[in-house]
């Protein structure tokens, strides 16, 4: 089994930046987090689970929700067997418990979108975005 587990979230203002880091661990090695999908998703309050961005296994090819377009970005590095959500220009909209997730993928530009399409979860980590 594998492990995901998130840090950096915190309590900032509008306008703000943080960095949310997701470390793999279990079964890994620089192949595991080669092979897998790695993905960033959030959940407010009584609301569901949604797709925040995505990043290939090759690093190659990233994807983004509208909402966060231009002001997140994700990043990997596959040596750390880590991932990365750099965000920018923080709103208080932003405010929920972001999780990483991970699945395998064959295709080496695969960004998956929805939470059924990935495996492995962490247990997530709270951003809360003052006005």
């Known amino acids: 089994q594998a492990q995901l587990v998130e840090s950096g979230g915190g309590l900032v203002q509008a306008g703000d930046s943080l960095r949310l880091s997701c470390a793999a661990s279990?079964?890994?090695?620089?192949?595991?987090?080669?092979?897998?999908?790695m993905g960033w998703f959030r959940q407010a309050p009584g609301k569901e689970r949604e797709f925040v961005a995505a990043?290939?296994?090759?690093?190659?090819?990233?994807y983004y929700a509208d909402s966060v377009k231009g002001r997140f970005t994700i990043v990997r590095d596959n040596a750390k067997n880590s991932v990365y959500l750099q965000m920018n220009s923080l709103k208080p909209e932003d405010t929920a418990v972001y999780y990483c997730?991970?699945?395998?993928?064959?295709?080496?530009?695969?960004?998956?979108?929805?939470?059924?399409?990935?495996?492995?979860w962490g247990q997530g980590t709270q951003v809360t975005v003052s006005s």
């Open positions: 990043i290939s296994w090759s690093g190659e090819s990233t």
């Open positions: 279990g079964r890994t090695t620089s192949s595991y987090v080669g092979g897998y999908a």
């Open positions: 997730a991970a699945d395998l993928r064959s295709y080496r530009y695969a960004t998956p979108s929805t939470p059924k399409e990935y495996r492995y």
